[in-house]
Structures are given as C-alpha cells and as structure tokens.
C-alpha cells in the first residue's frame, strides 16, 4: 500500500488548512495517510552560523525522513502576508539544507484555503513554481476560497458541490 503523507503548512492549533488537508487526503485510494502536525517540527529559526555551531535538529532530519518515506506529499498551504507560513517557512529552510531537492522527487497535490475569497491563491501559486525546486512533482493544486462558508467544519467536509467536484476530479486524475 502506498504512503500518502499530508499537512497544513501552518502551525495554527485549529489551522483551516490542516482540515483540507485531511479531507482531501481521505479521497485517496490505497494509501495510508501520515497526517503531520507542524506544531511537532517547531525547530529554532534557521541561521548559517546556527547549523555550523550545532548541525541540523533532529526534527528537521525526521521531518526530511517522513517526505523521503512517503510516495505522496499533499500539503494545504496557508498564507501570511502573501507568503508561506513562517512555521512552514523555518522547515523547509532547514530540510533544504540537508538537500536542496527536500522533497525527493515525489509527487504532490498542492491545495490552499483562507476565509477569504482568493483562498491563499497567492501563496498556492507561489507554491506550484517553487516545488519543482525544491524537488517536488506537482501533479496538481486546488485553492477553496472563503473556507468559512464552503467547508462544514462540524462534518469535516466541503460543502460547497462545485468545488467538492473540482477537487475530486483533480484527485482522480493523480495515479499514485
């Protein structure tokens, strides 16, 4: 069986993304889903002088092992200012430096969400140029605008159809 590893790039205690994340992993076939929480990743804010002084956390190791072990990474992205996470941000300066290809050449669904109606366009697209960078295969990504009135907390569910179907299909279309 394959192994699905997905997150909410946010470190927030009831982060909207990481609720996306789950739902949109459940809608994979045959997988085993490892659903991180970034709050377990909280490392020291990356510096040169800090990785020569103690070489890198064992938490970025770990993080860099989950992705390495995976065959799938799915990620919700949520935006600040415009940008990623500064959570997300810390490990993935850390995890690049063990390899500049951090995420090893595995495909990826790349997906966003915010209470507002661009829902993290920006970041998602920010997102779908620089992994191929960072060495991820981006087999497709998804943003749910004005997560608040389209996604039924209680149930854990889309609730808005027409994006409930785009991004199923988008899903479908992924061989894993």
């Not at 996604?151 to 199923?168: H, M, P, R």
């Amino acid at each position: 069986m394959k192994k699905l590893l997905a997150f909410g790039a946010s470190n927030s205690s009831d982060s909207i993304n990481k609720q996306l994340a789950s739902y949109a992993s459940k809608h994979f076939k045959n997988v085993t889903v490892d659903l991180l929480d970034l709050n377990d990743y909280e490392m020291p804010i990356y510096s040169k002088d800090r990785e020569k002084k103690d070489g890198f956390p064992q938490l970025a190791q770990d993080f860099y092992k989950k992705i390495g072990d995976s065959d799938f990474v799915l990620i919700s992205f949520a935006e600040n200012n415009g940008n990623y996470t500064t959570a997300f941000k810390n490990i993935l300066d850390w995890t690049s430096r063990i390899n500049s290809k951090t995420f090893q050449e595995k495909p990826m669904l790349l997906l966003a969400t915010s209470p507002g109606a661009r829902g993290g366009g920006t970041v998602l697209d920010i997102a779908v140029k620089r992994m191929p960078f960072q060495g991820g295969i981006v087999k497709g990504s998804f943003s749910l605008p004005s997560f608040n009135e389209n996604f039924d907390t209680e149930k854990g569910v889309i609730s808005n159809s027409a994006l409930n179907e785009q991004l199923f299909k988008i899903i479908d279309s992924i061989e894993l």
